[in-house]
């Protein structure tokens, strides 16, 4: 059974960080792309930052950039994703999503195979 859980979400002050994790099991995620987007209420669900399966490799949206960290721990039987987040402003505020695909690294959400609930990020001014 594929799973994808999210954690670590919660309410911050601006400024502030969290840490966002992301166990994924049920499949070979070691060889899978995984991203981060998020989704603020009536607007469409945007992608965040992304790491290739070896971890090499990463990408951000540029409103990210310099405050939000991707990475990932490929155990054997459960692939865990983190996104460090720094810095935080109420236009952070949003749901987190974690996902993966089983191909190259992309920013579109359309192109994602497995998908987690979602974790709550609420930034208070």
């Known amino acids: 059974q594929v799973q994808l859980v999210e954690s670590g979400g919660g309410l911050v002050q601006a400024g502030g960080s969290l840490r966002l994790s992301c166990a994924a099991s049920?499949?070979?995620?070691?060889?899978?792309?995984m991203g981060w987007f998020r989704q603020a209420p009536g607007k469409e669900r945007k992608f965040v930052a992304g790491i290739r399966w070896s971890g090499a490799t990463t990408s951000y949206a540029d409103s990210v950039k310099g405050r939000f960290t991707i990475s990932r721990d490929n155990a054997e039987n459960t692939v865990t994703v983190y996104l460090q987040m720094n810095s935080l402003s109420p236009e952070d505020t949003a749901v987190y999503y974690c996902?993966?695909?089983?191909?190259?690294?992309?920013?579109?959400?359309?192109?994602?195979?497995?998908w987690g609930q979602g974790t709550q990020v609420t930034v208070s001014s």
């Open positions: 996902a993966a695909r089983n191909s190259i690294l992309l920013p579109t959400a359309t192109y994602y195979d497995y």
């Open positions: 049920g499949r070979s995620f070691s060889r899978y792309s």
